[in-house]
């Protein structure tokens, strides 16, 4: 499974960005999903999960009621909008795949593929 996480850029304080992770080599109908992403100095931290079966979905915290997650399975692509962004998202952002995890998980060492991280810069 090759996944390629793309559309992230500069954007101030307050406004939005979608995420597109595409997954491509087999199909990712029965993996859990995830969003994690990496601030310089810091560990990679859990965002957001969801299961590509099913219509669940559960985010960090600190991103409840500003992320949404969307999903068209027919391109194998799952999106992140982000909304109300702050420049403490700041991050490099990564998808991820899991073959047992089929609902998802927020623990990263769950996950077997991972995206190449696409940069999200928040200035205030």
């Known amino acids: 499974v090759q996944l390629q996480a793309f559309g992230g850029g500069l954007v101030q304080a307050g406004g939005s960005l979608r995420l597109s992770c595409s997954a491509s080599?087999?199909?990712?109908?029965?993996?859990?999903m995830g969003w994690f992403r990496q601030a310089p100095g810091k560990e990679r931290e859990f965002v957001a999960t969801?299961?590509?079966?099913?219509?669940?979905?559960y985010f960090a915290d600190f991103v409840k009621g500003r992320f949404i997650i969307s999903r068209d399975n027919a391109k194998n692509t799952v999106y992140l909008q982000m909304n109300s962004l702050k420049p403490e998202d700041t991050a490099v952002y990564h998808c991820?795949?899991?073959?047992?995890?089929?609902?998802?998980?927020?623990?990263?060492?769950?996950?077997?593929?991972w995206g190449q991280g696409t940069q999200v810069t928040v200035s205030s």
């Open positions: 080599g087999r199909t990712v109908s029965s993996y859990g």
């Open positions: 969801f299961s590509w079966s099913g219509p669940t979905t």
């Open positions: 991820a795949a899991s073959r047992y995890r089929q609902s998802g998980s927020s623990y990263l060492g769950d996950y077997d593929y």
